[in-house]
């Protein structure tokens, strides 16, 4: 038996001074004393301990992983070298046969054993990858492994840390949905010495947005109808989201009648049609138009009436140089304070107050200027009585539009209002005229009169 165990058991070449190399064998064959025979120690690659050498498992139990790397034993991964991740499960990292990387942590321990790391050669590979990812500027990929106070962990062989406002272009309110997603972000932050990696999805996303916001700003065109969603409300305006790009509707072109707040007639979330009015393409602006695919109500105003046309209207505002009239949703017209009355009129709400129904005779269309000139005093039968003068709201000042009026349509008097009088008359009439100059804000509105 010993004799059997003699022929089975390779001469160690280190022991045989005359030993040489079978010549053509690469080291593999030697040969002791006239035989040819293997040599082992050919097959064993030297390496030193922190190096990443390649190896198979062999071998899965639950608390550690052993690998075949050529070497006179099996390496030994233990289970908290094999992944960054917590608590893992060695079957869940690593399979039989698997050809896999580790780092050498020690080439002989007290017990003999070659200690391997697979988290730390991959931690080696992937800090090469994240730096060279961080010059370059080119995004990595990771896996979501933690969610923690203020952001996510991913696992890119290291961990990187991104920040909950760094996930999306807009803030997310549960971090949650993308635990166990693979993501893209870019490398801003970097310290080997610390283990520190801040990552950012939003530079990804904002890269990405701006190519698409290129490729439809190229399609847009001016005049075109477009559909998009509102994204965002504020005092001004609001945002329409057209497909990765936002462009904006000005308060001012959101209807034709008069609108105090976007949110009166449009919510975050509806899908609206829209005519694209202006694109400024250097600083990537859109300026949209909605009462622009509806009907414009002035066009009504001209293709129906004419001057000297009556028709019923509901005060909507009152000014010191007059009231204006709603006809139409979304066309008012201005009844100057000469025309509210055949008496003198001192203060325009003596005589009407917003909300009133009314009557009223079109004096002049101005279709250019899209102006609308009103009486009251002219329509036939009709009486409005005298009442205690309310005083106006903040909001009703702060509210009255740029006008531009034609003195003419005021300046002429129809005939039925010449009159005899009674004999105070003459003082009443020289009154009334310096009562019109003495208001410099309705001398200089004189002329104006109200947009539709």
């Known amino acids: 038996m010993g004799g059997l165990m003699s022929t089975l058991t390779a001469p160690n070449p280190t022991e045989h001074s005359d030993a040489k190399v079978v010549e053509g064998s690469n080291g593999l064959l030697l040969e002791i004393d006239g035989k040819i025979v293997p040599n082992y120690d050919a097959t064993i690659h030297p390496f030193s301990e922190g190096d990443v050498v390649t190896g198979h498992v062999v071998r899965i139990d639950n608390d550690e992983v052993l690998v075949d790397i050529g070497y006179k034993s099996e390496g030994v991964i233990p289970v908290n070298e094999l992944s960054i991740r917590k608590s893992v499960d060695p079957g869940d990292e690593v399979s039989l046969g698997e050809e896999v990387d580790a780092l050498v942590l020690t080439k002989e321990d007290q017990d003999g ?11 080696e590979k992937a800090w ?31 961990r990187g840390f991104l920040p909950a406002s760094l996930v999306d272009i807009r803030r997310v309110p549960n971090l949650d949905e993308y635990m166990g997603t693979t993501i893209e972000c870019k490398v801003i932050e970097l310290n080997r010495s610390r283990n520190n990696v801040v990552l950012s999805r939003r530079a ?65 979330g509806d899908t609206v049609s829209v005519k694209v009015l202006d694109i400024d393409r250097q600083r990537q602006r859109i300026s949209l138009g909605l009462k622009q695919t509806q009907e414009d109500p002035w066009q009504r105003v001209v293709d129906t009436y004419n001057i000297g046309d009556e028709l019923d209207g509901t005060v909507t505002k009152v000014v010191t140089f007059g009231a204006f009239v709603e006809i139409l949703d979304g066309v008012e017209g201005l009844v100057h304070i000469s ?13 009407i107050q917003p909300g009133d129904p009314i009557r009223v005779k079109i004096l002049e269309i101005d279709s250019e200027r899209r102006r609308l000139s009103l009486s009251i005093k002219r329509v036939e039968g009709q009486v409005l009585p005298v009442r205690p003068i309310v005083a106006p ?31 105070a008359e003459p003082e009443a009439a020289a009154d009334a005229e310096p009562e019109v100059a003495a208001e410099p804000e309705a001398a200089a509105d004189a002329s104006a009169e109200t947009e539709a």
């Open 393 to 423: 709201t903040a909001t009703e000042i702060a509210d009255v539009p740029e006008l531009g009026l034609s003195e003419e349509v005021f300046s002429e008097e129809p005939e039925a209002e010449v009159a005899p009088e009674p004999a």
């Open 113 to 123: 054993r070659l200690i391997l790391s697979k988290k730390r050669a991959r931690f």
């Open 204 to 268: 990804v996303l904002e890269e990405q947005r701006k190519e698409d916001r290129e490729r439809i700003l190229d399609r847009l065109q001016p005049g075109q109808v477009v559909e998009g969603v509102i994204s965002n409300i504020v005092d001004f305006g609001a945002f329409v989201d057209l497909d990765g790009i936002d462009g904006l509707i000005h308060i001012s072109e959101l209807s034709w009648s008069h609108v105090n707040h976007p949110s009166e007639i449009l919510n975050i």
């Open 339 to 351: 025309e509210l009355a055949q008496h003198h009129v001192e203060n325009p709400r003596e005589i």
């Open 128 to 158: 090469r990858r994240i730096e060279a990812a961080a010059q370059s500027g080119e995004p990595v990929e990771g896996f979501v492994i933690e969610v923690v106070k203020g952001g996510l962990i991913i696992d890119l062989g290291v």
